[in-house]
């Protein structure tokens, strides 16, 4: 091939091998493939053909230590395998994952460690991206959670049970509690007061997510509770969302929502000393301690056993993460 393709086509390669050989992340080499995922090299007689160069791919594993918080792990543990953008979204997928066996905000603490079987490409411009996370292991006060990639956006654990429950552990996805459900002395009432939820701090315009399916009940003003959003579940359940800065789009009453749909987002609204989410769920009309209430719900739909891995790939995308 010459010209400028031919030119580019070997300035890429140049890159790829760069990219192979560097850090000593590769974990074997028949790992690594040239990937055509877009189109075949076509020229259909045309005078100017349309010429795309399949990107190279390798397989990496990345080790992280939490000492802060998830996001602060991925970005310093996978520094050598990927620039800064990826690294957010290596720790949202991640977040994403594992957040129905995992409270982010209180089950992590320092020493907790993650590990991710990573698949990296390389664009014609060569620039590294994350294109998929094939498994992944995240291990919480010495007990390990796996995951290991069933289809694309979907998961299962090492007995093949989805990780994806009936309902999420909390609204937000990277968020820190900033008040529990109890008694609480209340900053701007200067009294003790029962406090019916949780309170997450989250900076403005944070997305707010439905935690389950459901249909809305209520989505505007209500006094104190500022911008509010109520969805009712099955089973007698309804949660609310509170001190809203505003609604995301077809957030009204009697629209359906699904788990995870971002219903609106985080604001200072209401009875409100600064930016943060009040969350409340009441289970026959009587309020309950979100956290509890979701994590048991959660227990309950995880507790059956999942197909059986009968041709061990499962077993060796895990074994790939090493120990």
């Known amino acids: 091939m010459t010209g400028p393709v031919g030119l580019f086509a070997r300035r890429l ?38 010429v795309r160069i399949p990107p190279l791919a390798d397989t990496v594993v990345v080790r992280a230590v939490v000492r802060s918080s998830l996001r602060d792990a991925i970005h310093a543990g996978a520094a050598r395998a990927l620039p800064v953008p990826g690294r957010a979204e290596l720790a949202w997928r991640l977040a994403d994952v594992f957040e129905y066996r ?12 993650v590990r991710v079987l990573l698949e990296r490409a390389l664009r014609p411009d060569g620039s590294v991206y994350a294109s998929d996370m094939l498994a ?6 010495g007990s390990p959670i796996e995951a290991v990639r069933y289809r694309r956006g ?8 989805s990780l994806r429950a009936t309902f999420l552990r909390a609204p937000l996805n990277f968020r820190r509690v900033s008040s529990v459900f109890g008694m609480r002395y209340h900053p701007i009432l200067d009294r003790w007061r029962e406090h019916r939820g949780i309170d997450y701090a989250a900076p403005t315009g944070t997305p707010v997510r439905s935690v389950g399916d459901g249909v809305v009940l209520f989505a505007g003003w209500r006094g104190s509770y500022g911008h509010l959003v109520e969805v009712a579940h099955v089973g ?4 609310r969302y509170a001190h809203l800065r505003g609604y995301a789009r077809g957030t009204r009453p009697g629209a359906r929502v699904r788990v995870g749909q971002t219903i609106g987002f985080v604001g200072s609204t209401g009875l409100s000393t ?8 009441l289970v ?26 009968r041709d061990g790939r499962r077993a060796r995308l895990l074994a790939a993460l090493g120990s």
């Open 13 to 50: 390669s140049i890159v790829a091998v760069a990219l192979l050989a560097c850090g000593g992340l590769i974990l074997e080499s028949s790992l690594v493939e040239r990937r055509a995922r877009d189109r075949e090299l076509t020229d259909r007689a045309s005078a100017d053909p349309y």
């Open 274 to 281: 600064g930016p943060h989410l009040h969350f409340e769920m």
């Open 236 to 239: 007698g359940m309804i949660t």
């Open 284 to 309: 026959n009309g009587r309020y309950t301690d979100p956290r509890y209430t979701l994590e048991a719900r959660i227990r309950d739909r995880l507790r059956h056993r999942g197909p059986p891995d």
């Open 154 to 161: 979907a998961y299962v654990d090492r007995r093949g049970h």
């Open 136 to 141: 992944a292991r995240l291990t919480v006060a």
């Open 102 to 113: 995992v409270d982010m905000s209180r089950d992590l603490v320092p020493g907790d460690e």
